[in-house]
């Protein structure tokens, strides 16, 4: 079963109901953030407990500091007694990132790119460019290429068997292409895919002597019709290649900005709700120091990393939804804790 697969056809699905590639992805962050509630109150609710029996747990630590084998049994002895799960916090996170792999693997992929890859959003030109990105003409003739450049089928695929013209043949192997020798920019790129690949039969195949391809260059998001001839049980092509011309976009530098804002706001807020009296002065600086070097640490990553602009639109939207739940799920948890009010009382 193809994941990525599976993630482009809901994405599509998602925008045909909601007329946008951008609403589509924002439409799946609310559904994973919505699958994820529960979670996230375990979550907050982790984080509460874990500043109430903070003091004990110093404790525990300080008693058994010479003996680390005691100590662990006594802080799951502990944790038990108080059914506390020290992991639910991270729970969420670990969920989220094959999410996050799926996505990113989506946005990048060619049956996207075909599919939407041009598509804008807002201020966003293209869901699936990076900060840096390569751009060529389709279309003219020739390649823009550098060292490393993988190769595609984009869409069409028109084949020539004798004085017949088949089109729209599928060949269906993603990595069909190949390349022949090194990619050098300003020389000829040599491409062959195996006569196999073709999704014909076996006696329609013997009559194949040629076919013209879209092929896409994966880097660069360029496509150029490419003529390839029969030699033998593969068919081969020859095309002219110029060096790429580089392009930062700023669309997605507001992007990782904005991510990186949110980030802030989201952690300042679960600081903000989760502080206590109890709280111990290291940890709460260290968790200060930590809400100010993560978001430092991820634009770096960021900006060096090739993220698609939809990835990153996730992101935003993922951050404000979680702004949005800590300040719901922190009122709810504030509730429970008050007592409720009888009529003697009263």
Known sequence: MDFTLLTVELLKTLNNITGSYGLAIIALTIIVRLCLWPLGVSQQR????????????KQIQERYKNDPQMMQRKMMEFYKEHKFNPMAGCLPLLI???????????LISPQFI????????LFINRLDTTLRGSAGNSYDGVFSVSQGDRFVIFKKVKIQKGDEILENVKIPSKNAVK?????????????KIKLDDINLKYSELEKVSSAEIEIQNMKTREVENVKFERNGD?????????????QFHID????????????????KIMMATNQTASQD???????KMMGTMMPIMIIFMFIIAPIPAGVLLYLVVSNIFQIIQTVVINKQLEQ??????TESDK
């Open 46 to 57: 982790s984080m509460r407990d874990m500043q109430v029996l903070q003091p004990k747990m």
């Open 252 to 267: 997605v530098l507001i992007l990782i900005l904005l991510f990186a804002g949110s980030m802030i706001a989201t952690q």
């Open 114 to 121: 075909q599919e939407a890859g041009n598509s804008h959003f």
């Open 234 to 246: 593969i068919m081969t092509a020859s095309m002219p290649t110029n060096k790429p011309q580089s």
């Open 281 to 287: 002065p290291m940890q709460a600086q260290m968790q």
């Open 336 to 341: 429970d804790k008050k007592p409720a009010v």
């Open 179 to 191: 390349v022949q020798g090194d990619v050098v920019p300003g020389e000829n790129i040599d491409l």
């Open 96 to 106: 989220q990132m094959p999410i996050f792999i799926l996505l990113y693997a989506a």
